[in-house]
């Protein structure tokens, strides 16, 4: 069971938006700025398309929002596209000196 | 580029040991701090360890404390871990990455399967 809870899977139609939550808690996403968010295609490792919960790094498409609230924090993906469907990861820093990891967010482009 | 390639996965019985590699290039290594990260298969991510970029600062999950050892050789731009008393719960892929700032992975390897069964 993950530290980090999202749901299992969220779907769309090209060009809609979706968005995808992380919940934790006080000692983790509530407690820090470093929650970041992984894309995973299948077969391929993560890439990370949201770091210090909102900020993009170069390259990643302007698409990519991210938010944080209380002890949950979400990511959002507005004007969907068919490249978009894959597996996303929240990630935290934790007070145990740690990094916890959501159990993955199934994204079907319909 | 950024490139990171590990290396040293495969099958090991339990009990057993492997050593991991990861060759680095397209940075420099003694600049950034690096982890291992792991994901068992059809599973999701688990962070496993960390290391700073002198070495002197290592932290590890409470899963494999004791048993798995981070190192780096910055001359030689090479991340290890060691990987003792390896159990059936351990298998999975390991991917080497290189952590931006202190607290966010920016770089992954392609990651190697290191199976644990008798």
């Known amino acids: 069971q993950s530290a980090l809870t999202q749901p299992a899977s969220v779907s769309g139609s090209p060009g809609q938006s979706i968005t995808i939550s992380c919940t934790g808690t006080s000692s983790d996403v509530g407690r820090y700025s470093h929650v970041s968010w992984y894309q995973q295609h299948p077969a391929k490792a993560p890439k990370l398309v949201i770091y210090d919960v909102f900020n993009r790094p170069s390259g990643v498409s302007n698409r990519f929002s991210a938010s944080k609230s209380g002890n949950t924090a979400s990511l959002t993906i507005s004007g969907l596209q068919a490249e978009d469907e894959a597996e996303y990861y929240c990630?935290?820093?934790?007070?145990?000196?740690?990094?916890?990891f959501g159990g993955g967010t199934k994204l079907t482009v319909l | 580029q950024v490139q990171l390639v590990e290396s040293g996965g495969g099958l090991v019985k339990p009990g057993g040991s492997l050593r991991l590699s990861c060759a680095v290039s397209g940075f420099t290594l003694s600049d950034y701090y690096m982890s291992w990260i792991r994901q068992a298969p059809g599973q999701g991510l688990e962070w496993v360890s960390y290391i700073s970029s002198s070495g002197f600062t290592i932290y590890y999950a409470d899963s494999v404390k004791g048993r798995f050892t981070i190192s780096r050789d910055n001359a030689k731009n090479s991340l290890y871990l060691q990987l003792n008393s390896l159990r059936a719960e351990d298998t999975a892929v390991y991917y080497c990455?290189?952590?931006?700032?202190?607290?966010?992975?920016?770089?992954w390897g392609q990651g190697t399967l290191v199976t644990v069964s008798s």
């Open positions: 990630g935290s820093y934790t007070s145990n000196i740690t990094w916890e």
């Open positions: 990455v290189r952590v931006a700032g202190l607290y966010d992975f920016d770089y």
